[in-house]
């Protein structure tokens, strides 16, 4: 089996104190089972807090949020007191793998950062080189690569290479790919695109805000991100949306819809800059990683809010 990862992955590093979004607040973190009965085992002072801290009535069981939503063992200076105390081998599976996400194929597993890490999206948004993938594992198993599993990898490169040819625009790169999907999303305005994300589960007001500035404000003038570091920055997003969403046909058979919800979600946060830069009089790449967060956050890390816009993109 071979683990599969883009060339970034590596480099990686959870800024824990200094996160701004810190990923111990806000979610409901589940806690496996092994997990669980390990902790059962904990003696001395985290025992009893470990006791009080999770819902073992809950199913799965869960860590317990205190104030503002704080996980109870996300402490004043934003370290895991689960870490400090009975190191990095104590978490939970959820906690180990975030911000991680996994496909799984015949003969591989791949691996990728999610850009609602802040961290994740500053690595991913701000290199300029173009994303490669790079195996990082091959135990030299015998396992075959599935025809589906070729095809779908097939795609995905022919879009990948089309998302990565800085010979021509961005947004031409973008509708090369709705073109070989053959959808378009001409069909709709940005405004109209932004009722739709209102009709979805929201977590954050602040992103309620912007998908209502986005809906309010006539949008002309796209100058400020027509130069060549905002080109390469929407290209890793492009490339990133890809490579998470596109194995997902494998399971729903949508190819040509995941392929255009690569797309959406590349315009959306764009259009999100743009309202920013007529808000705010500018925009900097820090502001769209925070964008970028809210929206994988709000909308990728939600099954449903993804298929609901996956249905949308065939009624547009
Ligand atoms: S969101 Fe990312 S950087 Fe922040 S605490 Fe979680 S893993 Fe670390």
Partial sequence: MK?????????FKCIAGACRHSCCI????????????????????????????????????????????????????????LILG???????????????????????????????CEAAGELILKRSERTVLVELEDDDGDQLLHEADR????????????????????????????????ISLEGRSLAEWAEIYLELERLEGSWTDRLCELRDIDLQDASELDTPEWEIAFEQLLVYFLYRHLPGALDDGDYEGRAAFAVLSYRIIRALCRVHAVLHGSITLDDLVEIARQYSAEVEYSDENCGILLDALFEA
């Fill in 26 to 81: 806000g979610w409901e973190i589940d806690v496996d089972p092994d997990t669980l009965a390990y902790y059962h085992t904990v003696e001395g002072p985290l025992a009893e807090r470990l006791q009080k801290g999770i819902d073992e009535s809950a199913d799965p069981p869960h860590f317990i949020l205190g104030a503002y939503e704080r996980c109870p063992f996300l402490n004043r200076e934003g370290l895991c007191d």
């Fill in 151 to 182: 095809s779908m990898l097939d795609w995905r490169r022919e879009l990948t290479e089309m998302a990565q040819d800085r010979s021509r625009s961005i947004e031409d790169r973008a509708e090369d790919i709705l073109e070989t999907a053959q």
């Fill in 3 to 11: 683990l599969i990862a883009p060339d970034y992955y590596k480099d």
């Fill in 86 to 116: 009975l190191g990095e081998g104590s978490l939970c599976q959820i906690c180990r793998d975030h911000p991680r996400f996994r496909s799984f194929l015949s003969d591989r597993t791949e691996i990728g950062l999610g850009l609602c």
